[in-house]
């Protein structure tokens, strides 16, 4: 029989430590793990307890203190290890500050039978409520904030807590007893525009319902279905306050004018993510993450014998995105360069290698 885990990420202590005791008071059989890096220093520090106290301290040397290594070394082997114990009816798992749950998922997802005795039951996202607007859509880096997990790391807050959000199972958005004002409001809109369908928003720890994220809301295959970077079906009706921009096409961008309008498209106070091709790399499924300003694009996969797919999807809470829609349409090939050029280009260079690799022979 599988140990149920609650895993709880964000991006500051307090929000992730008061979903901790709320559940850790509700689940008395429960186990509690709880991670900290210390890029400094170059270890993760581990803490196990439950009702009678803390278990075990450990610190861990790191070859390099990053999130990846962390999960890898010592996360998910001490949620297996603890699983397997049979001592306790659950394991609250509270992760390094800016990690995201996806990557424990994600590790005992693709080989459960190596796990044994762990099930992913929930994953909640805590975040402070009266900072959700710039924490979701500002351009803060988390450096800036002291929340590396490397010394490489300059991500920023907002790619990170959107994506949280977009995954979990319940965001918790929470500021003790202190009343929602107007922004905050709004920022919990935001919440709702961005979760899963069917993903909870609770303002308070007093709405979690421990029995029944114990029991098991996480199903793995509909979190990877809404974070993919291609999504063809249609999207849930938005809450008020929040808009949205569904933006899409069979056709490809131009790579110069991609080029010319990337500022536009990612920049700015919102969250966007999707797919695009170009017809130099028409084989390959460029992805695309920004928030806040910030933008990460890439290509890890490819088409194979699916249609190509240009859709990006864009929400925020400020002004409507006219001029997002008018940059997407800019870039997409014109009927004339349709008919000139075709679909797909054979050229040696587009000026993308350094986020997308070389165009490769086949494309």
């Given at each position: 029989m599988r140990t149920p885990v609650i895993l709880i990420a964000g991006i500051a202590d307090e929000p992730m430590a008061a979903a901790t005791i709320a559940l850790q008071w509700d689940l008395p059989r429960a186990v509690v793990v709880q991670?900290?890096?210390?890029?400094?220093a170059s270890t993760l520090t581990r803490v196990v307890s439950d009702a009678t106290g803390v278990l075990e301290r450990e610190e861990i040397d790191l070859a390099h203190a990053c999130v990846s290594c962390a999960v890898r070394e010592d996360i998910v082997p001490t949620l297996e290890r603890l699983a397997g114990l049979g001592r306790w009816g659950a394991v609250i798992a509270c992760l390094p500050v800016t990690a995201e749950a996806v990557q424990v998922c994600r590790v005992l997802g693709w080989a459960p039978h190596n796990f044994p005795h762990t099930r992913i039951a929930a994953t909640i996202t805590a975040l402070g409520r009266a900072t959700l607007l710039q924490d979701l859509l500002g351009d803060d880096r988390v450096d800036e904030r002291g929340l590396q997990t490397s010394a490489e790391d300059f991500r920023g807050v907002a790619e990170i807590a959107t994506a949280m959000v977009e995954y979990s199972d319940v965001v918790l958005a929470t500021d003790g007893d202190r009343a929602i004002d107007g922004d905050a409001a709004v920022g919990v809109g935001l919440l709702?525009?961005?979760?899963?369908?069917?993903?909870?928003?609770?303002?308070?720890t007093g709405h979690l319902n421990a029995a029944v994220l114990a029991a098991g809301v996480h199903v793995h295959r509909a979190a990877e279905e809404w974070v993919a970077e291609v999504r063809r079906g249609p999207?849930?009706?938005?809450?008020?306050?929040?808009?949205?921009?569904?933006?899409r096409s069979g056709r490809p961008f131009h790579p110069d004018r991609l080029y010319e309008q990337i500022q536009t498209l990612g920049g700015g106070p919102h969250r966007s993510r999707g797919c695009f091709w170009l017809p130099s790399r028409h084989g390959q499924i460029c992805n695309w993450e920004g928030a806040?300003?910030?933008?990460?694009?890439?290509?890890?996969?490819?088409?194979?014998?699916?249609?190509?797919?240009?859709?990006?999807?864009?929400?925020?809470?400020e002004g409507g995105g006219d001029e997002i829609a008018e940059a997407f349409r800019s870039c997409l090939l014109s009927d004339v360069e349709l008919e000139d050029r075709g679909r797909y280009w054979e050229v040696d260079e587009d000026?993308?290698?350094p986020w997308l690799g070389?165009?490769?022979?086949?494309h």
């Open positions: 991670h900290r890096i210390d890029v400094a709702r525009a961005l979760v899963r369908p069917g993903a909870g928003v609770l303002v308070d999207l849930p009706p938005m809450p008020d306050g929040v808009w949205r921009l569904d933006l806040g300003g910030h933008l990460s694009i890439g290509a890890t996969e490819r088409w194979g014998g699916a249609v190509p797919l240009t859709r990006l999807t864009v929400v925020g809470v000026g993308f290698e070389a165009i490769s022979i086949d």
